[in-house]
């Protein structure tokens, strides 16, 4: 067993924590004030391959393993974690048109994806189904020329500023085998937005939903087979898992760095305040809690690139545990920096805005731990 990174992930790590640092950070309280992350970004992320970390090489991706996607959003995210996470999204649902989609689609879809051209989004949530998301409606009938598609999704990452939008809809019978996945894309006639959502944290990228009426599809936009979507969906969620866990982490990461420095320069009671050693616990206890965290976190991603059989439990595991870890550091951090920590000039307060919602997507925390839950019980 090898603790250690190579020397080639090292590079992937610095690569990614390097354009963060240089392309993004500087704009980030901006980009959040703003509402919208410029478009002008993504060909420069692409240009380092991460606009398709892990899409197949053959479909211009750059064929990376999961545990490498986590060090360039774990990177990424030490710079802005709502623009990782958006990031994030995206190359899920690249990877999902990857794997299952048609040769025209891909030609259509995926190349300008993966260069930077488009974004793409993921539809799995609806207004009446969340956490149970194998109860959505939106219906896609099939038609002479493709796809016809009818219902709501609700909080899309990216609605109304993708140029494709990946649809889990109801081809079939109730329950997760009448779904399939369907790719529209902007301009589709019938398909349309709401307005832009507002939002506690990640409020840089744009949230809408996803309005469909008879919006239509051409006969490939369809991936794989007829009633496997949800099994794609949920797939597409192991990675996607992994990468939200990993943005907690940067984040945490971040906010630890800052309040070192903060405490070394703060003054109370005639001494900085790291010379209390109450405080040097809480300092002591976040960097166990993060460098545990990774270690988990790496350890699942390892699992979902070698296929283990219990590598969808261990990623739902380690989404609940970074996430949760970070969110705590975020906020403990924002406790260290006093009255300061809650101004924005520190940074501070923006991250604890956007990790938040880390805890709710993706699946719940509390729907982490019923996966979790259902493994160990079918395992006895
Ligand atoms: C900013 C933002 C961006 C998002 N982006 C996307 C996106 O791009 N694409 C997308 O498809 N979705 C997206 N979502 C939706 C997100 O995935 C859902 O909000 C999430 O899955 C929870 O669903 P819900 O909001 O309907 O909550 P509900 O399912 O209504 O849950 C309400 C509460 O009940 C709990 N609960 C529900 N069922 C159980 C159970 N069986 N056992 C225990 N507790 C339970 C939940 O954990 C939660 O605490 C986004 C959400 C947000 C806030």
Redesign the pocket.
């Known amino acids: 067993m090898d603790f250690a990174l190579t020397e080639e992930q090292s590079a992937i790590f610095d690569t990614a924590r390097d354009v963060g640092r240089d392309r993004i950070e500087p704009h980030a309280r901006a980009w959040d004030a703003d509402g919208e992350i410029p478009k002008e970004l993504w060909p420069d992320l692409a240009r380092l391959g991460f606009a398709g970390l892990y899409v197949a090489e053959d479909d211009g991706g750059s064929g990376l393993s999961r545990l490498d996607a986590t060090l360039v959003f774990e990177a990424l995210s030490m710079a802005c974690p709502s623009v990782a996470a958006f990031l994030s999204?995206h190359n899920m649902a690249c990877w999902m048109i990857s794997n299952w989609g048609t040769q025209p689609l891909k030609d259509r879809v995926l190349t300008p994806a993966v260069s930077g051209e488009i974004y793409v989004?993921?539809?799995?949530?609806e207004p009446g189904?969340?956490?149970?998301?194998a109860a959505l409606k939106t219906r896609a009938d099939r038609t002479n020329e493709g796809w016809k598609l009818t219902g709501t999704?609700?909080?899309?990452?990216?609605g109304g500023y993708a140029g494709a939008y990946v649809v889990m809809c109801r081809t079939g019978e109730d329950g997760p085998k009448g779904v399939s996945a369907v790719v529209l894309e902007s301009g589709a006639p019938g398909l349309d937005f709401g307005g832009l959502e507002e939002?506690m944290g990640?409020r840089s990228q744009p949230?809408r939903q996803v309005l469909m009426d008879g919006a239509k599809a051409p006969a490939d936009a369809i991936l794989g087979e007829e009633g496997h979507g949800f099994s794609y969906a949920m797939k597409g969620l192991d990675g996607g898992r992994l990468n939200i866990a990993a943005c907690s982490l940067g984040a945490a990461q971040a906010a630890l760095d800052i309040t070192l420095g903060y405490m070394g320069e703060r003054e109370a009671f005639g001494k900085t305040i790291d010379r209390f050693q109450g405080l040097q616990f809480r300092l002591a206890d976040m960097e166990i809690a993060l460098q545990s965290a990774r270690t988990f976190l790496r350890q699942a991603a390892w699992k979902l690139d070698t296929g283990a059989p219990d590598a969808t439990k261990y990623c739902a595991m380690a989404k609940k545990l970074a996430t949760e870890t970070g969110s705590k550091i975020v906020n403990d951090c924002l406790q260290l920096h006093g009255g300061y920590g809650y101004l924005a000039d520190y940074g501070i307060e923006k991250l604890v805005r956007d990790l938040r919602?880390h805890e709710?997507?993706?699946?719940?925390?509390?729907?982490m731990r019923?996966i979790v839950a259902r493994h160990m019980l079918a395992s006895r």
């Open positions: 999204v989004a993921y539809c799995l949530t189904s969340g956490s149970d998301a999704k609700a909080f899309i990452s990216g939002k990640w949230t919602v709710i997507l993706e699946g719940t925390n509390e729907i019923v």
